[in-house]
């Protein structure tokens, strides 16, 4: 059966954007299938309203891109049941670690008849994919504007290190069930996924398909112990230390005013919000060898 397949990639260009391109539209051509190429906007609304009027003419989505670019996609078709195959392309590729999928295994992909449903977070109305944050991360979302300098596999960690010498914990305050917790927040992360930043393990027991979210709260402590866990959070072995919280939830609010929150690695907007998890929200293509509960 031809099939009609909508591409998916955001302007910027790179080598591996270009090499999957080709690789893609040559093997699409072979096979006689037709397709069109979609170039993102940086207005959200502009790309939902493009998904909006045209998702229903093509049979898949190949998104070609990082976890920005699946961000937008996620915001664009929740609920749609449109399978996506994601081809990684992107500076972090957070989202794609999940699966450790290999060069073949990705175009494998395109091919596939398998699917699988996962979860989305949701901050107010925005969906997050990965990871929303109100903390640290999100200051540092917030001094870069999605900025990622010419260092891009290393620079959320130089943007760290950057931050980290003048950054003040501020008291969170969240509600979950009715009941208050409050405390010196230096970074609570709000995981869908397990990794974000680059490949930091930051969400080692969250899975794509739980139906829950995973709460990881660090709270204020000295800049040493900072620095001596930071290369933990890249094997996942942060959750060891005392200073470091591990909650499931669907729902929390965060009552704390004026705070900015990243998700995604994107501006979220500002505190107060509503964190809740969207069940079964994004439809993807996966081939038979994928990581257990990923």
Same mark, same amino acid.
């Given at each position: 059966m031809n099939k009609h397949y909508l591409i998916v990639l955001n302007p910027l260009p790179n080598k591996?954007?270009?090499y999957w391109l080709n690789w893609l539209v040559t093997t699409l051509k072979q096979q006689q299938h037709s397709y069109y190429i979609? @170039?993102?906007?940086?207005?959200?609304?502009? *790309?939902?309203?493009?998904?909006?009027?045209?998702?229903? &003419?093509? @049979? &898949?989505?190949?998104m070609l891109g990082g976890d920005g670019t699946l961000h937008l996609l996620a915001n664009c078709m929740a609920y749609s049941n449109k399978p996506i195959t994601v081809l990684p392309c992107g500076t972090g590729n957070d989202f794609m670690r999940n699966f450790a999928y290999s060069k073949q295994q990705l175009k494998q992909l395109v091919q596939s008849d398998r699917v699988m449903t996962i979860d989305l977070g949701k901050v107010n109305a925005r969906y997050f994919i990965n990871s929303a944050g109100v903390g640290f991360d999100a200051e540092?979302? &917030?001094?870069?504007?999605?900025n990622k300098g010419w260092l891009a596999r290393f620079s959320y960690l130089y943007h760290t290190l950057a931050c980290l010498l003048f950054f003040e914990e501020s008291l969170l305050s969240l509600q979950q069930q009715g009941k208050e917790t409050h405390y010196k927040n230096f970074l609570t992360v709000f995981a869908n996924g397990k990794y974000f930043g680059g490949g930091?393990?930051?969400?080692? *027991?969250?899975e794509l398909n739980s139906s829950h979210l995973m709460r990881y709260s660090v709270e204020k402590t000295h800049l040493a112990k900072k620095l001596w866990a930071l290369p933990k959070l890249y094997y996942g072995k942060h959750i060891s230390l005392t200073e470091v919280k591990e909650h499931a939830f669907t729902q929390l609010e965060v009552l704390t005013p004026n705070l900015p929150v990243q998700a995604d690695g994107e501006s979220a907007g500002y505190t107060p919000v509503v964190i809740e998890v969207a069940k079964s929200a994004l439809t993807i293509k996966i081939i038979e060898h994928h990581k257990k509960g990923a």
């Open positions: 591996q954007k270009k979609f @170039t993102t906007s940086a207005v959200l609304a502009d *790309n939902q309203l493009f998904f909006k009027q045209h998702l229903a &003419e093509y @049979t &898949e989505v190949v540092i979302v &917030e001094r870069t504007k999605g930091m393990k930051i969400a080692p *027991n969250a």
